[in-house]
């Protein structure tokens, strides 16, 4: 595949997705009126990839195929590559005024990054090391845009997750299955949620001794059963760019990630901690095993 068109970029958003706008389930993030034209500037920054003007400086020819890929996946090796992707980002920014910070680059760099980082995972779990090569690899074959969400949910932010009056609420491991991990709450926020094909959950604040079920880093499609996303009123009002030039056209949303018993696929698990065949449950009364009842009832 490689780079993708700005019509590619849309149809794949039509996936069915779960998402939420003052109360009301969105059916189709692509007609949904107050999306639709931020959808439409992350369209066509996908079709400037094509443009024969601009394919250069967008673009670099895949390690793997040899067809261009994003500039924004190229890992750099030299003063020259750090050069280039400078130029690549300041070109995006420019094209949107520098009001999306949160443009697909911003991910694509982070998986990126990620993968050269891979080797220290190895240390402790090779498995996570060669997901995420091979996730940074399927991203920059499939031109995927990103959302991430890295922070617990606001409730008492003097208190770690495991000691909240529901334990529950912040996003932590539940079960291993054959499959892969169960995981469940909530996280906050995904900037460009509604607009992304995959959402990276990754580590933020350091996690602490009996935060062990919180410390979780992997990526799903937006579709995942279980995976809903509540945003906030978004800010185009439908009025003409003329008189909203901006929250017209750069609005990249932000949403409230839910994880209601998401299954992640074992092959999608950057990190985690390993819970050899034990059951862990909720504090909401499911049989609890031995390490989620003594970490709750801590
Ligand atoms: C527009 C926007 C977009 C965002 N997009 C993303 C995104 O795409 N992905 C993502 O992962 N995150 C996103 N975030 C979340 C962002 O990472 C957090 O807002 C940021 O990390 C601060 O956390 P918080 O909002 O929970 O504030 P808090 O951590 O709750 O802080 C609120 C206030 O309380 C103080 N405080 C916090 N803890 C303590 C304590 N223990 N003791 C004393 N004082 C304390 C803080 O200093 C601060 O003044 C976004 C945020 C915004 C506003």
Redesign the pocket.
């Known amino acids: 595949m490689g780079i993708r068109t700005g019509a590619e970029y849309r149809e794949r958003l039509r996936d069915g997705r779960t998402v939420y706008v003052n109360g009301e389930r969105v059916k189709d993030v692509t007609t949904h009126p107050p999306f639709q034209r931020t959808i439409g500037t992350i369209a066509a920054l996908y079709d400037l990839q094509h443009d024969p003007a601009h394919q250069s400086l967008l673009t670099y020819p895949s390690p793997k195929t040899g067809h261009p890929v994003g500039l924004s996946f190229l890992i750099t090796e030299s003063a020259e590559d750090v050069s280039r992707r400078i130029r690549s980002e300041e070109f995006r920014a420019e094209a949107t005024f520098g009001l999306m910070g949160?443009m697909p680059d911003f991910m694509n760099a982070m998986v990126t990054d990620g993968a050269v980082a891979a080797p220290m995972l190895s240390q402790r779990e090779p498995r996570h090391a060669e997901n995420l090569i091979r996730y940074y690899e399927d991203c920059r074959e499939n031109d995927l845009c990103l959302?991430?969400?890295?922070?617990d949910p606001?409730i008492d932010?003097?208190k770690g997750p495991a000691e909240q009056a529901d334990p529950e609420a912040a996003l932590h491991f539940v079960r291993e299955t054959d499959r892969g991990i169960i995981v469940r709450g909530a996280r906050?926020?995904?900037?460009?949620a509604p607009f992304a094909d995959e959402i990276w959950v990754g580590p933020?604040y350091p996690r602490k001794p009996g935060e062990e079920l919180y410390a979780l880093c992997f990526a799903v499609p937006m579709d995942t059963p279980g995976l809903k996303f509540v945003c906030r009123e978004p800010y185009d009002d439908g009025r003409s760019a003329f008189d909203r030039p901006v929250s017209s056209r750069f609005d990249e949303e932000?949403a409230l990630a839910i994880f209601d018993d998401v299954l992640v696929p074992w092959e999608r698990v950057v990190y985690q901690r390993r819970h050899r065949g034990v059951e862990h449950a909720s504090a909401a009364g499911d049989p609890a095993t031995h390490c989620c009842k003594a970490l709750f009832a801590a």
């Open positions: 949160r959302t991430h969400t890295l922070v606001q932010r003097s906050m926020l995904s900037t460009l933020f932000d």
